[in-house]
């Protein structure tokens, strides 16, 4: 996600485009820049965040303009990179929210035309598309160029000769401020809040073109389409949560559009960039928290569907681990990608010459930097310290290594991948079900809110999924929860239990389900409360659990991130009951850079 803000008026552009910049950086700062149309096209850019750029005391004069703050999913945080690109010959400049699926074809059709390129992005294969298809009006060259294009982008673009805006918008979010003598348009409404509270919510496949006293809007055929703008009550810190009441809320709800990121353009080609990585005999796993829950699963997804053999270690007992056997591939998985012990484990292993792939969500943080093969989640920025949408990203990018590292050491039949894909595919949707169930989830909450211990329990692919519930619960509620193996209960923790100490047992209709339910007959014999996770339609386990939470039927591989959903939401919403600080829950960090 980026954060992208254009401005057209009487006044001076530039104090405008910064104060709206800072007001978006939640959305991603990796680098920003801004181009102010004056007596030139005047642009100023670079990596790091906005006040980065103001430290360049850019002093333009002009009063129409265009800024951008970026996450980065193409190409590193650099000054090449960061937006707004300029065509070839300076007369346009565009910022990109976004990412453009065919952009290599696009680009190569540059290349063969001898267009001079700048940046490894996409963003700026768009600008010299517009350029080389302008006949004097900016709006039908960006139409033009959009009929051709292919994936997500929210755009404005600006001409040095002509005083207007010019937006797009398709999959990523883009807003139109109106006011009286000035227009405003923005990725997200906190950017214009301060100037304008009436908003016009541009749609997907819609063009806009802005000056200083109209604003038209019209679709990629050309045909006109009427304003419908909204008064906006929100002030302009609950805008930057989109209205959700914290950001964990947010971007819970966020994760089909983060896995629907995360898998594009990787599928169904399973194209990820990592030909380069040798085929290893052994996989390690390393990462901490919620990121070794998904190495745990990542292990299990190594060893059955690439067929390698697989361990997942704690990054901060990795050093100690000693060093046996051939070093082969140690897959690092890091949401922050600044985990200190998580990248201690790296250098380690890349001491004692292992390959290292980072899984990772933040481009040009310190691992992504000291790993030669990085597989990104797009979940975009995570601001919640629990990780919620950063987690399930990692699952989706593990199952996709698994499938292709399966596929190229013909441990998988195509038809075999192909089915994985498809399943994968309908991930998005299927994690959208158990969103749409929110309000049961928050009802059962309120039933456990009051606990001071709680357990959870799964069996293999949903034991690393009974860990992390266990760990959002702890971390955001300050209630006692331990994730258990649900074959260990009889092996001890079973004498803890009794009226006040809820069990949440992930039990999908899976090989594991008629074990999982004599686990939950158990727990239930004791007088203890249970809340089942488990599939629709299961009407057996209501038999046995006190609350069922149900999540859609999936392939067996998938059901932790349905479940993980599910208890994402429980958890949220027992914090909520207890009146935590959600988002910045006490003694914790969003990246712990101490060992
Ligand atoms: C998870 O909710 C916590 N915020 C924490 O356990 C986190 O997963 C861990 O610190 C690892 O962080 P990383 O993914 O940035 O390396």
Not at 98 to 121: C, D, F, H, K, M
Request: aromatic share 6%; proline share 4%.
């Amino acid at each position: 996600m980026c954060g992208i803000v254009g401005y057209i008026g009487a006044q001076q552009a530039q104090p405008i485009l910064l104060d709206s910049l800072h007001r978006l950086e939640y959305r991603g700062y990796d680098s920003a820049g801004i181009a102010v149309v004056g007596d030139t096209l005047q642009v100023e850019k670079c990596a790091g965040k906005v006040s980065a750029l103001e430290a360049k005391h850019p002093h333009f004069s002009g009063t129409w303009g265009i800024g951008h703050t970026r996450w980065a999913t193409h190409g590193p945080p650099t000054d090449s990179n960061a937006h707004p690109f300029l065509d070839a010959t300076g007369q346009f400049a565009l910022i990109h929210n976004g990412i453009i699926e065919n952009y290599q074809g696009l680009r190569q059709e540059l290349v063969t035309a001898g267009v001079p390129l700048t940046s490894q992005t996409d963003s700026e294969v768009l600008v010299q598309l517009i350029a080389r298809a302008d006949k004097g009006d900016t709006l039908a060259a960006v139409r033009s160029v959009l009929n051709r294009v292919e994936g997500s982008y929210g755009i404005v673009v600006i001409h040095r000769g002509r005083q207007e805006l010019v937006a797009a918008r398709n999959q990523s979010p883009l807003v139109i401020g109106l006011s009286t003598g000035e227009q405003f348009v923005a990725s997200d409404i906190p950017a214009m809040l301060r100037y304008t509270n009436e908003m016009v919510y541009l749609q997907d496949g819609q063009l806009a073109r802005l000056t200083p006293s109209s604003v038209e809007i019209s679709d990629l055929a050309g045909a006109s389409v009427p304003l419908r703008s909204e008064t906006i009550t929100w002030n302009a810190e609950d805008a930057e949560r989109g209205g959700y009441e914290h950001f964990m809320l947010k971007e819970i709800f966020e994760q089909p559009k983060a896995i629907l990121e995360t898998m594009l353009e990787r599928v169904p080609d399973l194209d990820l960039g990592l030909e380069t990585v040798r085929l290893p005999r052994r996989i390690r796993l390393v990462a901490c928290g919620t990121a070794f829950h998904a190495a745990m699963l990542g292990k299990v997804l190594m060893e059955q569907i690439a067929g390698i053999p697989s361990e997942a270690i704690l990054a901060s007992e990795f050093t100690f681990s000693g060093a046996v056997g051939e070093p082969g591939l140690v897959i690092a998985i890091s949401q922050s990608g600044e985990t200190l012990d998580t990248l201690s484990a790296v250098r380690e292993a890349r001491r004692r010459g292992a390959q290292v792939v980072a899984v990772c969500n933040v481009m040009g943080s310190t691992l992504t930097r000291e790993t030669e093969h990085v597989l990104m989640t797009r979940a975009g920025p995570e601001i919640g310290v629990a990780a919620t949408k950063t987690f399930t990203s990692q699952l989706v990018a593990l199952y996709l290594l698994a499938a292709y590292l399966g596929r190229r050491n013909r441990h998988l039949e195509a038809e075999q991948v192909s089915r994985l894909v498809a399943e994968l595919r309908r991930l998005p949707r299927l994690v959208q079900g158990v969103l749409d169930n929110h309000q049961a989830i928050q009802m059962t909450a309120e039933w456990i809110a009051s606990a001071k211990d709680a357990f959870f329990i799964g069996r293999q692919f949903n034991y690393p999924t009974a860990l992390e519930g266990a760990l959002k619960l702890k971390e955001i509620s300050y209630i006692h929860a331990e994730g258990y193996a649900a074959g260990e209960l009889k092996h001890g923790p079973i004498a803890l239990f009794g009226k006040d100490t809820p069990v949440i047992a992930i039990v999908p209709k899976d090989e594991t389900y008629a074990k999982m339910i004599n686990a939950i007959r158990e727990s239930g014999a004791r007088g203890t409360p249970v809340i089942a996770i488990a599939t629709e339609g299961d009407q057996e386990v209501a038999q046995v659990a006190d609350i069922v939470i149900r999540i859609p039927e999936s392939e067996p591989r998938l059901s932790p991130v349905l479940a993980t959903v599910a208890l994402q939401l429980l958890s949220y919403y027992v914090a909520k009951y207890r009146g935590c600080e959600i988002d910045k829950p006490r003694n914790l960090a969003k990246s712990v850079t101490v060992e």
